[in-house]
């Protein structure tokens, strides 16, 4: 629901891990699903303090067809050094992370 919000771990935070917040800004099952993230903390989620990530998901054959983008990394308003290194580590990591769906979405099964 649209407000929500909620937290992604990448790796045990006791291990030097990191819990990034989110907050849900649209979802639309079982069509799309968007969320910001990388805002301070304790400081609402917005344009131009945050990045907005979309999935777009549509039948497609058997399976589904996945859009997906992350935007705002201009708005930021950072330094331009800066905004290419958060971008490449955000593209490697997505590049990392993307490809994991599938195996998961054939692991839970279909919702429908």
């Known amino acids: 629901m649209a407000g929500s919000e909620g937290s992604i771990s990448f790796g045990d935070c006791s291990q030097g891990g990191k819990l990034v917040g989110f907050t849900v800004v649209e979802a639309l099952p079982p069509r799309s699903?968007?969320?910001r993230w990388t805002q301070e903390p304790?400081?609402?989620a917005?344009?131009?303090n945050s990045l907005l990530v979309t999935f777009e998901l549509e039948p497609?054959?058997?399976g589904t067809l996945v859009r997906f983008r992350e935007a705002g990394f201009?708005?930021?308003g950072w330094e331009?050094?800066?905004l290419e290194a958060t971008y490449l580590d955000h593209a490697n990591g997505w590049e990392h992370f993307l490809p994991r769906l599938v195996s998961y979405a054939e692991s839970v099964g279909s919702r429908a």
Do not use: I, K, L, Q
Request: glycine share 12%; proline share 0%.
């Open 33 to 35: 699903f968007s969320f």
């Open 42 to 44: 304790n400081e609402a």
């Open 46 to 48: 917005r344009e131009g």
């Open 60 to 62: 497609s054959g058997d």
């Open 74 to 76: 201009r708005e930021m």
């Open 80 to 82: 331009a050094a800066v």
